[in-house]
């Protein structure tokens, strides 16, 4: 009996003990991200990216003199599988916060989960549904879709082109987009002509196509979708011999998508972060340094082209060290209210002021305007067509 | 007119893709009674290993025989670990290792290669032929001409050589095919290689049109499959008339209807073709002698 008694408060203190000393030294940030599945382009670079930086944050002491510990689930782009793994990140690992969600339906299912924690949540998910409207402690970094409208919309106006034809992906990304694009239309000046879909894994979209060749008074097609879909629209918009200019999505904005379609890239618009240009960005541009800084790093670390998605990751772990820092701890409820103090952070997806308002915290000028020209991004000015 | 032109190219598009898929399945199930659902990764495998090799230097024409090479050896390890320890078992449990089989072999390929899209350029480039006002890729071309032929090269080694009688004396009465000293296993076994080397064959020619990726697999091979059923299980003629006919079904659906239906009204109408006749177009009448 006695040696039982023993042996269980022996178990007891050694418990004790090493929770006490990993909570001492470490605080836990979680993140669920669809490191594989459909959407593993988003976030296969953003885990890389979260491990390489914690890693390195951690070398040079921490934050506030504790290190992180990354907690990473991959829900294979499972809304399902990312909702358990959110309960399984508030209530066994006990996370400080969480930088995660690569995906507008992943992120959409663990926002509840959050939102009862009252844990800081920022999502690398492009709808703006996560922040409209604002919950209280869910964040998220990487443009919205509403804001690619606005800003191919703007550049139609400047070549004077009112009429388009819209073709979406019928998958929560393409469908959110074109949710935004009409629903901004009207403001913008523009008429949406004609409207088709394709299914995401769909290898021939020429029927679409053909249709909206034959739509009346079609001046120019707005793509919204990610992943091979578009790189599939483009290529039969070329076979189709379309002449209108086409428009693709910040869906698609990373050298995969030119390397997928090929010669039939040539001439597409798109509307992206300043990380795919960042060699070409002028030097009296703020983003440069930190671009810069953050494609070489990944390009010499993982041997791949840098993406945007990665990007965002970055933001979204470097805007919740810094207001770590200037909240002095992970406290959750300081930690969600210096978040949303961030103010003028230089990131790779743009200058980010939140406020109680905006949980995102970037304008129209975080977005460049790019065109696909022999294989490479070139940048096209905000003044000129 | 130039519309229904451009609807009926793009159906024959996608249509010889489900085509070249369908017909891989048929030689497995002839030999073996077994619908292989790993058929979809021999051809994720076809596409995937020509790229990567291609990657690592080696010429493309090259690296796409090599891919051709190592998805047989894939498709022969299928049946030596796979199927071959279990052949006393019933066909219902050989498909579920086959679809097993096929969740494996997409893990690997997603450790082994990466979760990116790839593609491979065409073999006759990529500037469409315009026809009456509607244009279609010379790939297409390609592989409805691949897929017609390896259906001939089926039905001469099937007919016409003693190997293949082998193969139709094995589907119909394994223990019969035995007891007149033909290797069944050896004979199985072949099938799933020839498969594989189909498979693979077809992701090397429909990956241009495509892309390709390592979770392809799962989508062609349900194609295929409905394809096969439309067509007439067994039959490779059917699996390719299946497979064009469900392609066409689809671009008409999309062109005159809405892209979001396409799908619904393929299988409604494959449903329909299925209630008239149950074993699909150019399947035989199945018929039990007592």
Known sequence: ?385 | MAAFLQFTFSGLTVGAVYALVAVGFTLIYNASDVVNFAQGEFVMLGGMVTIFLGYAGIPLPLAAALAVLITTMVGLALYRFGIAPARDASAVTLIIITIGASIFLRGMAEIIFDKRFHSLPALFGNDPIRIGGASILPQTVVVLASALLIVCLLWAFIGRTLYGKAVVATSSNRMAATLVGINTRTIVGTCFAISAAIGAIAGVLVTPITLTSYNVGTLLALKGFAAIMLGGIGSAMGAVVGGVLLGLFEAFAAGYLSASYKDAVAFVVILAVLFAMPQGLFGKRMVERV
């Open chain 1, 1 to 385: 009996m006695i040696q039982k008694i023993t042996i269980a408060t022996l178990l007891i203190g050694l418990a004790a003990s090493v929770t006490a000393g990993s909570a001492a030294a470490q605080v836990k940030v979680g993140a669920v991200l669809s490191a594989s599945g459909p959407a593993s382009f988003l976030g296969d670079p953003e885990r890389k990216t979260l491990e390489m930086y914690v890693e390195d944050i951690n070398r040079q002491g921490g934050v506030n003199g504790q290190k992180l510990q990354l907690v990473v689930y991959d829900d294979g782009g499972d809304a399902n599988a990312a909702r358990t793994f959110a309960t399984r990140l508030v209530e066994e690992d006990q996370v400080a916060a969480m930088v995660g969600g690569t995906t507008t339906g992943t992120t959409l299912a663990m926002i509840p989960v959050f939102e009862d924690a009252q844990i800081p949540f920022i999502s690398l998910a492009g709808a703006v549904q996560i922040i409209e409207p604002v919950r209280k402690w869910v964040f998220k970094t990487p443009h919205t879709d509403r804001m690619a409208c606005e800003k191919i919309f703007d550049d139609l106006k400047r070549r004077k082109l009112t009429t388009v034809a819209l073709i979406s992906g019928t998958d929560a990304f393409g469908k959110s987009m074109r949710d935004q694009c009409v629903a901004v239309a009207p403001k913008a000046g523009i008429t949406i002509a004609h409207e088709e879909t394709y299914g995401p894994a769909d290898s021939e979209m020429t029927p679409q196509l053909t249709k909206i060749k034959a739509a009346a008074g079609v001046q120019a097609v707005v793509c919204a979708g990610f992943g091979q879909g578009p790189a599939i629209v483009t290529r039969n918009y070329r076979q189709l011999g379309i002449e209108y200019p086409l428009y693709q999505s910040h869906g698609v904005a990373s050298k995969q998508f030119i390397s997928l379609a090929g010669t039939a890239a040539n001439g597409v618009r798109l509307p992206a972060a300043a990380l795919l240009v960042a060699s070409k960005l002028p030097d009296s541009d703020r983003q440069k340094p930190v671009v810069v800084g953050y494609q070489n790093i990944f390009e010499t670390k993982t041997g791949q082209p840098v993406s945007t998605f990665g990007g965002h990751a970055y933001d979204g772990l470097m805007i919740l060290v810094e207001a770590a820092k200037r909240a002095g701890s992970f406290d959750s409820g300081k930690l969600r209210d210096e978040i949303e103090r961030t103010k003028a952070y230089v990131g790779t997806g743009g200058v980010v002021t939140m406020s109680p308002n905006d949980h995102l915290g970037l304008d129209l000028s975080a977005f460049r305007l790019l065109e696909i020209k022999d294989g490479d991004w070139i940048m096209i000015p905000d003044s000129a067509s």
